[in-house]
DNA sequence: TCTGGGGTCCTAGTGCCC
DNA sequence: TCTGGGGCACTAGGACCC
């Protein structure tokens, strides 16, 4: 899909379309997820800074970012690939691989054009919105023809041309080969694809390691037999949180890293595992990043027990100078299969989601009655989020354009209707309340937050 | 400029067992 | 009995991807 969460907001409102969209965390340490090609114009790109591209793209609109409505919206084009073969493998919400040929789907380049091209209409249809198709012999290319096909278009790597075509294209071009790898590749004078064929593969291998140099030195020739794999199972669950401000009180840190623990065991439940190894991860006021596992000797999804390890693993690193993030992950997966875990969450000291919670917000924002300024424009973003859908009694349908200092801003249209006007609300105000999202496309599946399709 | 969140995979060191 | 080495599990860190 193409700048795919920008997209999906400039679908969904009309204001919106042809405009500056930038979606990431709007907080101090924000940075963006993605940019509508109109923002990436004044230079915004993804994983930039929200404060810098608040300074190339000042009029941009800034959202927050609504997995909900783009998983659901995701949902649906993932159903029509399965349309077509059973063996999907997607990478994210708005990328996967599929095997054409397995299913017959496809046989030959004209065959497979054809397949593309309705699906590429296909998705139109059913979601509004703009994807691209790379078709190539294997997974790598396929890659690069879809970077290359982008926005709404199809590439088609002929066989027999790939090495030709891959020669002159930067070592940054092949998927794996980063910053720090294609500085590594630099130094020694590799900068393009043609370069690193000729380095040989031992040279790659003493430079990068073994499984890095040869994969790379295959991939420099074109070759990759590497199969689509529809199943793909889950080997960790991990929540984390990065500060507004660096955290200097210890105690502070305890609370927040149980906190993370429960949220992560939340999540974990939701999956249906349990995990063995527990993994807290600490990055420092300097950015320097520590971590810590502990491995259980059988795997557990019990809050309690999680968060007294990640406790554990806490009193093992230095926190003085401060943390700007704490995280909690649990990994050595196992499908859940403890017959008694209903009766070990009823019997824990706290259940997950309960108690911990409301001691944190307590410590926040217990403070006393004069709230500051800032902290006015915190609570009413927490409320409403700038993007999100809400409904007015007297107006009908909108979006929260902007909010803070007690008012909330909302622009008044819908996917199909024409750009709205925008009045301005109370935070407090009871005519206002959230909403689920609207279908994109008319007669269309509805999307909700939820993921269901009504 | 000042760096999110949720993942995967790889490497290297260490300790233990056979 | 001592030593070496392979294999494995565990831990920590780094790079990369979207």
Redesign the pocket.
Known sequence: MDA?YASAEQASKPSLRGKAVVV??L???????TASYEARVFGVR???????AR?LAPNAAYLV?RFGFYRAISEQVMGLLHSLSPLVEP?????AFVDLETEGAAWDRASARLVGEKLRADIRAVTGLTGSVGLAASKMLA?IAS?EAKPDGLVLIEPGTERAMLGPMSV?T???????????LRRAGITTVDDLAEAGEDELVRM??????H?LYAMALARDDRPVVAE???????????YDVDIHDRVRVGLEVQRLAD?CVR?LRE?GLSG??I?LKV?RY??????????LRGPTDDPGVVREAAGR?LE?VDTTGGV??L?V?V??LADFTQEDLFAQAAGAAGVVGDGVDHLVEEERGGEGVDHSVEEQQVVAERRWPSGHDVRHAEFGHGWVQGSGLGRVTVRFETPRSEPGRVRTFRVDDLELEPAEPLPLVAGGPGVSVDGVRT
Do not use: I, N
Not at 91 to 95: F, G
Not at 286 to 295: A, G, I, K, N, P
């Open positions: 795919f990431g965390g907080g101090p340490r924000g940075v963006v997820a993804s994983a930039m800074p929200m404060a810098q300074r970012p990478l994210s919400l708005d990328e890659k970077e940054r092949l998927p794996g080969v980063g910053p720090a790898t294609g500085d590594h990068l390691g073994k499984a890095h140099g994969g793909r199972e889950t080997k960790s669950v991990s929540v984390e949180d990065t949220r999540r999956a063995r190894t993994v990055r300097d950015f320097s990043t520590l971590t810590r596992s502990e491995t693993l093992s700007r993030l995280g992950g990994s050595g």
